[in-house]
């Protein structure tokens, strides 16, 4: 007998070598150093002094131990603003959740670009995206999604070169509808790649609106905005590697900790069929942390699939019907995204008012005796 199972998910979402570790720095006595610049230091009209090779020695030092004394000689080049982004980056070498790192990296950037509005996409190379966690007006945490190639962001991420924009609404790749959808009001924008040590693109730093800073009025994002993430841009790059590691290892024994309750719960299930199916069910909604699930039967002499729903109501679908009856038919597994309800099978929508998911997985299941499904 064929046994057939569709997990549907309405709401919840969810590579690199090792990244370099971090350089630990102690800035106490680094502010001292502030009111003396150095000969040969070049003065901007922001009021920071640069050095025109640090910001590659600042990057290598934290794979080249032996530069890091020649790093801390040159501290006095940088702007308290990136004295201020150093230290903030220090307390970050420690952090291992993803979201908790992308939004101290997000308030290290406002700081140090002085911009009203930053947003840090993750890079996903499987399916040419870009991903952040947004807030909507309501205040609820969204996620977005942007193809590679697609807007501001992903012509940054398919290039890997930054953008930096001073007038948002004279640049065709700036989509308008989504000021007016959210009330804000783009005037500039710097979009910078961001990698790690190895040279693999992790993430894209969206900056939006320069604030004015004393200096200037009507600023826009400077050489200078980026020369600072070219600056931090590597450890911020190592950084996220290294938070999405510990993250991918702790949803990794999760899912073995879930996989392993699942065998044991059916391994322990009574005889009955309709409390096997019980168990199962809550197993799988329990590993992939789905919404609605379905277990259907197959029956072959009325080229149907078949469950029974709450008060006894029986659950028909035709083989080759929606996506359903499709993997029934070609006998292969399916994962899809953003498909309405009857486009699955037809009783989602009519019968459990599922009108439209996020994604649905479905998933034939062979008899372990034969390779018939």
């Known amino acids: 007998m064929f046994l057939f199972r569709c997990c549907v998910h309405q709401t919840a979402d969810k590579k690199q070598d090792d990244p370099a570790e971090v350089v630990e720095i102690a800035a106490t006595s680094v502010s001292r150093k502030m009111d003396r610049p150095k000969e040969g230091s070049v003065t901007t009209p922001g009021g ?14 934290s794979s080249n131990p032996t530069q890091h004394r020649e790093m801390l000689d040159n501290y006095d080049l940088l702007s308290p603003e990136q004295l201020r982004a150093v230290g903030v980056m220090n307390q970050l070498a420690l952090e291992l959740d993803i979201n908790s790192a992308v939004d101290n990296i997000r308030d290290v950037v406002l700081e140090l670009l002085h911009c009203e509005r930053v947003t840090l996409f993750l890079v996903d190379n499987q399916q040419k995206e870009l991903r952040a966690r947004v807030a909507n007006p309501e205040e609820h945490w969204e996620m977005i999604r942007v193809p590679f190639g697609v807007g501001i962001a992903g012509r940054v991420a398919e290039s890997g070169t930054s953008m930096n924009i001073p007038d948002a609404y004279a640049c065709g790749l700036f989509n308008p509808a989504i000021d007016r959808k959210t009330g804000f009001r783009t005037r500039n924008i710097l979009c ?5 040590m190895s040279g693999n693109h992790v993430a894209v730093i969206q900056a939006l609106n320069k604030k004015h800073t004393g200096v ?7 050489s200078l905005d980026e020369s600072n993430l070219e600056l931090f841009g590597v450890h911020l790059g190592n950084m996220l590697t290294k938070s999405r ?5 702790l949803a990794e024994k999760q899912r073995l900790a879930k996989l392993y309750e699942a065998f044991r719960r059916v391994n322990a299930a009574a005889s009955s069929l309709e409390q096997l199916v019980t168990i199962i069910l809550k197993a799988v909604r329990n590993l992939v942390n789905s919404e609605h699930n379905l277990l259907l ?7 149907q699939l078949w469950t029974k729903w709450t008060l006894g109501t029986v659950l028909d679908n035709k083989m080759g019907e929606g996506l359903v009856g499709q993997a029934a038919t070609q006998g292969e597994g399916m994962c899809c995204q953003a498909v309405s309800g009857k486009d ?9 008012g599922v009108q439209h998911a996020r994604s649905v997985l479905i998933q034939p299941i062979r ?4 390779a018939q499904l």
């Open 192 to 196: 910078c790649p961001i990698s790690d």
């Open 297 to 303: 039967f197959v029956d072959n002499s009325r080229d």
């Open 216 to 222: 200037a009025r009507g600023t826009v994002f400077s």
């Open 245 to 249: 590691f510990h993250t991918a290892a």
């Open 344 to 352: 699955i099978m037809p009783a989602f929508a009519t019968v459990l």
């Open 367 to 370: 008899s372990a005796a034969s």
């Open 48 to 61: 920071s002094r640069r050095f025109g090779s640090f910001a590659g020695r600042f990057a290598l030092a």
